[in-house]
Protein backbone atom coordinates (compact mmCIF):
# COMPACT_ATOMS: atom_id res chain seq x y z
CA UNK A 1 0.00 0.00 0.00
CA UNK A 2 3.22 2.39 0.70
CA UNK A 3 1.30 4.94 3.22
CA UNK A 4 2.78 6.36 6.12
CA UNK A 5 1.14 6.28 9.91
CA UNK A 6 1.69 8.48 12.23
CA UNK A 7 1.13 8.59 15.80
CA UNK A 8 -0.29 11.60 17.12
CA UNK A 9 -0.25 12.43 20.88
CA UNK A 10 -2.29 14.10 22.95
CA UNK A 11 -3.05 15.86 26.60
CA UNK A 12 -6.02 14.86 29.06
CA UNK A 13 -7.86 18.01 27.38
CA UNK A 14 -7.54 16.63 23.72
CA UNK A 15 -5.07 18.88 22.41
CA UNK A 16 -2.47 17.62 19.98
CA UNK A 17 1.14 17.71 20.50
CA UNK A 18 3.00 20.09 18.27
CA UNK A 19 5.99 17.38 17.06
CA UNK A 20 2.76 14.71 16.23
CA UNK A 21 1.60 17.60 13.90
CA UNK A 22 4.66 18.20 12.75
CA UNK A 23 5.11 14.61 11.60
CA UNK A 24 1.71 14.35 10.01
CA UNK A 25 2.57 17.57 8.29
CA UNK A 26 5.78 15.56 6.59
CA UNK A 27 4.00 12.33 5.95
CA UNK A 28 1.19 14.81 4.20
CA UNK A 29 4.10 15.75 2.14
CA UNK A 30 6.00 12.28 1.83
CA UNK A 31 2.88 10.06 1.38
CA UNK A 32 2.30 10.66 -2.48
CA UNK A 33 5.69 10.01 -3.55
CA UNK A 34 5.77 6.77 -1.75
CA UNK A 35 1.99 5.61 -2.95
CA UNK A 36 0.22 6.27 -0.39
CA UNK A 37 -1.69 8.25 2.09
CA UNK A 38 -0.81 10.13 5.08
CA UNK A 39 -2.91 8.88 8.02
CA UNK A 40 -2.62 9.39 11.55
CA UNK A 41 -3.69 6.97 15.03
CA UNK A 42 -5.22 8.38 17.70
CA UNK A 43 -5.71 6.72 21.08
CA UNK A 44 -8.35 7.40 23.84
CA UNK A 45 -12.02 8.78 23.66
CA UNK A 46 -10.93 11.86 21.44
CA UNK A 47 -14.18 13.62 19.62
CA UNK A 48 -14.78 13.08 15.90
CA UNK A 49 -14.40 16.60 15.06
CA UNK A 50 -10.78 16.39 16.92
CA UNK A 51 -9.83 13.31 14.93
CA UNK A 52 -11.10 14.95 11.60
CA UNK A 53 -9.52 17.69 11.97
CA UNK A 54 -5.76 16.19 11.99
CA UNK A 55 -6.86 16.39 7.95
CA UNK A 56 -5.81 20.03 8.52
CA UNK A 57 -2.48 18.83 8.66
CA UNK A 58 -2.61 16.32 5.87
CA UNK A 59 -4.06 13.47 7.39
CA UNK A 60 -7.16 11.66 5.01
CA UNK A 61 -7.69 8.67 7.32
CA UNK A 62 -7.23 9.38 11.19
CA UNK A 63 -7.94 5.68 12.77
CA UNK A 64 -8.94 6.09 16.71
CA UNK A 65 -8.48 3.15 19.03
CA UNK A 66 -10.75 4.16 21.96
CA UNK A 67 -10.16 1.75 24.37
CA UNK A 68 -6.64 2.18 23.99
CA UNK A 69 -5.21 4.25 27.01
CA UNK A 70 -3.21 7.10 25.78
CA UNK A 71 0.81 7.82 27.66
CA UNK A 72 1.44 4.12 27.95
CA UNK A 73 3.67 2.39 25.61
CA UNK A 74 2.66 -1.28 25.15
CA UNK A 75 -1.11 -0.64 24.60
CA UNK A 76 -0.27 1.98 21.34
CA UNK A 77 2.05 -0.78 20.37
CA UNK A 78 -0.75 -2.88 19.84
CA UNK A 79 -2.83 -0.51 18.07
CA UNK A 80 -0.26 0.48 15.50
CA UNK A 81 0.70 -2.84 14.74
CA UNK A 82 -2.74 -4.44 13.82
CA UNK A 83 -3.52 -1.48 11.94
CA UNK A 84 0.27 -1.11 9.95
CA UNK A 85 -0.62 -5.30 9.57
CA UNK A 86 -4.26 -5.16 8.42
CA UNK A 87 -4.09 -1.69 6.34
CA UNK A 88 -0.35 -2.65 5.01
CA UNK A 89 1.16 1.16 5.63
CA UNK A 90 4.94 1.31 4.99
CA UNK A 91 6.12 3.48 7.25
CA UNK A 92 5.33 4.26 10.90
CA UNK A 93 6.12 7.95 11.66
CA UNK A 94 6.50 9.45 14.85
CA UNK A 95 7.73 13.10 15.80
CA UNK A 96 10.02 12.09 18.66
CA UNK A 97 9.40 12.53 22.70
CA UNK A 98 10.14 9.82 24.79
CA UNK A 99 7.03 8.51 24.73
CA UNK A 100 7.66 8.31 20.77
CA UNK A 101 10.60 6.52 21.35
CA UNK A 102 9.26 3.96 23.52
CA UNK A 103 6.78 3.04 21.39
CA UNK A 104 8.40 3.40 18.14
CA UNK A 105 11.07 0.94 19.47
CA UNK A 106 8.32 -1.51 20.74
CA UNK A 107 6.60 -1.44 17.53
CA UNK A 108 10.34 -2.14 16.10
CA UNK A 109 10.64 -5.67 17.72
CA UNK A 110 6.57 -6.01 17.29
CA UNK A 111 6.90 -6.06 13.64
CA UNK A 112 10.24 -7.00 12.89
CA UNK A 113 10.89 -3.80 11.30
CA UNK A 114 13.97 -1.26 10.59
CA UNK A 115 14.15 2.13 12.17
CA UNK A 116 15.68 4.86 12.94
CA UNK A 117 15.80 7.21 15.63
CA UNK A 118 16.96 11.06 16.11
CA UNK A 119 15.89 11.95 12.26
CA UNK A 120 16.10 15.29 11.21
CA UNK A 121 14.79 15.24 7.91
CA UNK A 122 13.22 12.59 5.54
CA UNK A 123 12.87 12.18 1.98
CA UNK A 124 11.58 9.91 -0.87
CA UNK A 125 13.81 8.54 -3.11
CA UNK A 126 12.50 5.77 -6.02
CA UNK A 127 8.96 5.59 -3.81
CA UNK A 128 10.69 5.00 -0.86
CA UNK A 129 11.79 6.77 2.15
CA UNK A 130 15.38 7.36 3.37
CA UNK A 131 16.01 9.28 6.86
CA UNK A 132 18.64 11.52 7.60
CA UNK A 133 20.12 11.04 11.02
CA UNK A 134 23.23 13.04 12.24
CA UNK A 135 25.98 10.92 13.52
CA UNK A 136 29.58 11.20 15.03
CA UNK A 137 28.13 14.57 17.44
CA UNK A 138 26.19 15.76 14.53
CA UNK A 139 29.31 16.41 12.04
CA UNK A 140 28.03 13.80 8.91
CA UNK A 141 24.60 12.55 8.04
CA UNK A 142 23.70 9.51 7.69
CA UNK A 143 20.78 7.97 5.29
CA UNK A 144 19.14 5.11 5.91
CA UNK A 145 16.68 3.23 3.74
CA UNK A 146 14.60 0.24 4.61
CA UNK A 147 15.04 -3.21 3.33
CA UNK A 148 10.93 -4.31 3.43
CA UNK A 149 8.01 -3.15 5.26
CA UNK A 150 6.67 -1.59 7.17
CA UNK A 151 10.08 1.38 8.46
CA UNK A 152 9.75 2.82 11.73
CA UNK A 153 11.08 6.55 11.62
CA UNK A 154 11.46 8.49 15.18
CA UNK A 155 12.07 12.16 14.63
CA UNK A 156 13.94 14.52 16.45
CA UNK A 157 11.92 16.93 18.69
CA UNK A 158 10.71 19.90 16.36
CA UNK A 159 12.65 18.08 13.35
CA UNK A 160 9.25 18.62 11.39
CA UNK A 161 7.63 21.93 10.65
CA UNK A 162 4.19 22.10 11.28
CA UNK A 163 2.05 22.83 8.27
CA UNK A 164 -1.55 23.91 8.04
CA UNK A 165 -3.04 23.59 4.44
CA UNK A 166 -6.57 22.76 5.48
CA UNK A 167 -8.86 19.34 5.30
CA UNK A 168 -10.58 16.92 6.87
CA UNK A 169 -9.85 13.39 7.59
CA UNK A 170 -11.92 10.31 7.37
CA UNK A 171 -12.30 8.57 11.02
CA UNK A 172 -11.94 5.21 11.34
CA UNK A 173 -12.76 3.39 15.11
CA UNK A 174 -10.56 0.61 15.50
CA UNK A 175 -11.18 -2.38 18.12
CA UNK A 176 -7.96 -3.37 19.43
CA UNK A 177 -7.32 -6.74 21.53
CA UNK A 178 -4.52 -5.96 23.96
CA UNK A 179 -1.88 -7.97 24.69
CA UNK A 180 -1.57 -10.25 28.05
CA UNK A 181 1.53 -8.00 29.11
CA UNK A 182 -0.19 -4.47 27.55
CA UNK A 183 -2.36 -4.64 30.52
CA UNK A 184 0.29 -4.92 32.94
CA UNK A 185 0.65 -1.41 33.92
CA UNK A 186 -2.17 1.40 33.71
CA UNK A 187 -2.15 5.43 33.90
CA UNK A 188 -2.28 6.24 37.50
CA UNK A 189 -2.09 9.99 36.81
CA UNK A 190 -0.14 12.22 33.71
CA UNK A 191 1.64 14.65 35.25
CA UNK A 192 1.46 17.96 34.85
CA UNK A 193 3.95 20.21 32.33
CA UNK A 194 5.47 23.42 34.40
CA UNK A 195 6.09 25.55 32.76
CA UNK A 196 4.58 24.71 29.14
CA UNK A 197 4.53 28.72 28.39
CA UNK A 198 8.56 29.16 28.35
CA UNK A 199 9.43 29.88 24.86
CA UNK A 200 13.00 29.57 24.43
CA UNK A 201 13.41 28.78 21.13
CA UNK A 202 12.20 32.05 20.32
CA UNK A 203 14.79 34.06 22.94
CA UNK A 204 17.57 35.86 21.31
CA UNK A 205 19.46 35.59 24.56
CA UNK A 206 19.27 32.21 26.81
CA UNK A 207 21.08 31.59 30.04
CA UNK A 208 21.29 27.94 30.34
CA UNK A 209 21.33 26.55 33.86
CA UNK A 210 23.08 23.27 34.77
CA UNK A 211 23.43 20.93 37.94
CA UNK A 212 25.90 23.29 38.83
CA UNK A 213 23.61 25.39 40.36
CA UNK A 214 22.91 23.01 42.96
CA UNK A 215 19.30 23.35 43.25
CA UNK A 216 16.26 24.48 42.51
CA UNK A 217 16.15 27.66 44.08
CA UNK A 218 19.45 28.42 42.52
CA UNK A 219 17.54 28.90 39.67
CA UNK A 220 16.72 32.33 40.65
CA UNK A 221 20.53 33.34 39.56
CA UNK A 222 19.76 32.07 35.89
CA UNK A 223 16.65 33.55 36.48
CA UNK A 224 17.94 36.85 37.46
CA UNK A 225 20.66 37.49 35.37
CA UNK A 226 18.16 36.46 32.19
CA UNK A 227 15.97 39.10 32.98
CA UNK A 228 18.77 41.67 33.25
CA UNK A 229 19.26 41.12 29.59
CA UNK A 230 16.06 40.37 28.57
CA UNK A 231 16.77 36.84 27.81
CA UNK A 232 15.06 33.75 29.01
CA UNK A 233 16.40 30.83 31.00
CA UNK A 234 16.92 27.20 29.39
CA UNK A 235 18.07 23.77 31.02
CA UNK A 236 20.21 20.63 30.76
CA UNK A 237 18.54 17.13 30.89
CA UNK A 238 19.98 16.64 34.22
CA UNK A 239 18.02 19.32 35.90
CA UNK A 240 15.15 18.55 34.06
CA UNK A 241 15.37 15.13 35.25
CA UNK A 242 15.62 16.39 39.29
CA UNK A 243 12.63 18.56 38.86
CA UNK A 244 14.40 21.98 39.45
CA UNK A 245 13.06 22.91 36.38
CA UNK A 246 10.24 22.25 33.69
CA UNK A 247 11.06 20.04 30.51
CA UNK A 248 9.77 22.58 28.34
CA UNK A 249 12.78 24.36 29.14
CA UNK A 250 15.37 21.66 28.22
CA UNK A 251 17.89 21.66 25.63
CA UNK A 252 19.30 18.65 23.52
CA UNK A 253 19.26 15.83 21.61
CA UNK A 254 15.64 15.08 23.75
CA UNK A 255 15.22 18.13 24.27
CA UNK A 256 15.00 21.25 22.50
CA UNK A 257 17.84 22.76 19.69
CA UNK A 258 17.87 26.64 20.07
CA UNK A 259 20.58 29.15 18.27
CA UNK A 260 20.34 32.39 20.01
CA UNK A 261 22.84 35.36 19.59
CA UNK A 262 23.56 34.50 22.78
CA UNK A 263 24.47 31.39 25.17
CA UNK A 264 25.36 31.59 28.44
CA UNK A 265 26.11 28.42 30.03
CA UNK A 266 26.20 28.43 34.33
CA UNK A 267 27.32 24.90 35.29
CA UNK A 268 27.17 22.95 32.81
CA UNK A 269 29.52 20.60 31.47
CA UNK A 270 28.54 20.53 28.38
CA UNK A 271 27.76 16.97 27.41
CA UNK A 272 27.18 16.12 23.57
CA UNK A 273 23.59 15.55 24.00
CA UNK A 274 23.30 19.09 25.38
CA UNK A 275 25.94 20.48 22.94
CA UNK A 276 23.58 19.01 19.70
CA UNK A 277 20.89 21.23 20.90
CA UNK A 278 22.84 24.45 21.48
CA UNK A 279 26.26 24.54 19.08
CA UNK A 280 24.44 26.87 16.65
CA UNK A 281 24.15 29.82 18.89
CA UNK A 282 26.06 32.38 17.71
CA UNK A 283 28.13 33.10 20.80
CA UNK A 284 28.48 30.43 23.71
CA UNK A 285 29.93 31.74 27.02
CA UNK A 286 30.68 29.41 29.44
CA UNK A 287 30.97 29.63 33.25
CA UNK A 288 32.64 26.34 35.35
CA UNK A 289 34.35 25.84 38.22
CA UNK A 290 36.30 22.67 36.24
CA UNK A 291 38.42 23.86 33.67
CA UNK A 292 38.34 20.46 31.86
CA UNK A 293 34.89 20.47 31.32
CA UNK A 294 34.19 19.62 28.15
CA UNK A 295 32.37 22.87 27.25
CA UNK A 296 35.14 24.55 27.09
CA UNK A 297 36.44 23.07 23.83
CA UNK A 298 33.59 24.31 21.98
CA UNK A 299 32.62 27.87 23.75
CA UNK A 300 33.84 31.81 22.49
CA UNK A 301 34.77 32.51 25.65
CA UNK A 302 35.30 30.40 28.88
CA UNK A 303 35.57 31.53 32.31
CA UNK A 304 36.80 29.15 35.25
CA UNK A 305 35.09 30.23 38.37
CA UNK A 306 32.24 29.60 40.83
CA UNK A 307 29.04 30.85 39.40
CA UNK A 308 27.81 31.61 42.77
CA UNK A 309 30.09 34.40 42.91
CA UNK A 310 30.23 35.51 39.74
CA UNK A 311 26.98 35.60 37.78
CA UNK A 312 25.25 37.70 40.83
CA UNK A 313 28.56 40.82 39.92
CA UNK A 314 27.92 39.74 36.54
CA UNK A 315 24.37 39.96 36.49
CA UNK A 316 24.90 43.55 39.25
CA UNK A 317 27.15 45.03 36.29
CA UNK A 318 25.09 44.45 33.41
CA UNK A 319 21.92 46.04 35.44
CA UNK A 320 24.44 49.33 36.14
CA UNK A 321 25.45 49.52 32.79
CA UNK A 322 21.95 49.39 31.44
CA UNK A 323 20.73 51.79 34.78
CA UNK A 324 17.84 49.36 35.76
C1 LIG B 1 20.05 9.26 25.57
C2 LIG B 1 20.45 10.49 26.32
C3 LIG B 1 19.85 11.68 25.98
C4 LIG B 1 20.21 12.84 26.67
N1 LIG B 1 19.62 14.02 26.32
C5 LIG B 1 20.03 15.14 26.90
C6 LIG B 1 19.48 16.41 26.52
O1 LIG B 1 18.59 16.51 25.67
N2 LIG B 1 19.94 17.52 27.14
C7 LIG B 1 20.91 17.48 28.10
O2 LIG B 1 21.29 18.55 28.62
N3 LIG B 1 21.42 16.30 28.50
C8 LIG B 1 21.00 15.14 27.94
N4 LIG B 1 21.51 13.97 28.38
C9 LIG B 1 22.33 13.96 29.61
C10 LIG B 1 23.77 14.37 29.37
O3 LIG B 1 24.53 13.24 29.01
C11 LIG B 1 24.38 14.98 30.65
O4 LIG B 1 24.26 14.05 31.70
C12 LIG B 1 23.72 16.29 31.08
O5 LIG B 1 23.67 17.20 30.01
C13 LIG B 1 24.54 16.89 32.21
O6 LIG B 1 23.89 18.00 32.71
P1 LIG B 1 24.69 19.11 33.52
O7 LIG B 1 25.74 19.70 32.64
O8 LIG B 1 23.67 20.02 34.10
O9 LIG B 1 25.30 18.30 34.74
P2 LIG B 1 26.78 17.78 35.03
O10 LIG B 1 27.29 16.98 33.91
O11 LIG B 1 26.71 17.17 36.37
O12 LIG B 1 27.66 19.10 35.07
C14 LIG B 1 27.58 20.06 36.08
C15 LIG B 1 28.73 21.02 35.85
O13 LIG B 1 28.65 22.09 36.78
C16 LIG B 1 29.95 22.44 37.18
N5 LIG B 1 29.83 23.11 38.49
C17 LIG B 1 29.48 22.56 39.67
N6 LIG B 1 29.43 23.51 40.63
C18 LIG B 1 29.77 24.68 40.02
C19 LIG B 1 29.91 26.01 40.49
N7 LIG B 1 29.67 26.34 41.78
N8 LIG B 1 30.30 26.96 39.62
C20 LIG B 1 30.55 26.65 38.32
N9 LIG B 1 30.44 25.41 37.81
C21 LIG B 1 30.04 24.43 38.67
C22 LIG B 1 30.71 21.14 37.23
O14 LIG B 1 32.10 21.36 37.10
C23 LIG B 1 30.11 20.39 36.03
O15 LIG B 1 30.88 20.58 34.86
C24 LIG B 1 21.17 12.80 27.71
C25 LIG B 1 21.77 11.59 28.03
C26 LIG B 1 21.42 10.46 27.35
C27 LIG B 1 22.09 9.15 27.72
Known amino acids: MGGILVYALHDDEGNFNKNSLGAISEAA ?3 GDVGGEAAAIVVGDISDDACAGLGAYGASKVYRAKDVPEGLAQPIVDAM ?3 ISDEGYSYALFGGGLLG ?3 GAGLTARLDAGVTMEVTAVEAKDGKLVAHRPVLGDSQIAEVGYVGDPGVIIGRINAFDVNESGGTAEVVDVDVELSEWSTKARMVKRGEQRGEDVNIEDANILVGGGRGLGSEENF ?8 SMGGAVAATRAVVDAGWYPYA ?3 GQT ?8 YLALGISGAIQHKVGMQNSENILAINKDQNAPIFEYCDLGVVGDLHKIVPKLTEAIKAKKGS
Open 249 to 251: AQI
Open 101 to 103: FEI
Open 81 to 83: AKV
Open 29 to 31: KLA
Open 255 to 262: GKTVAPDL
Open 220 to 227: EVAETLAA
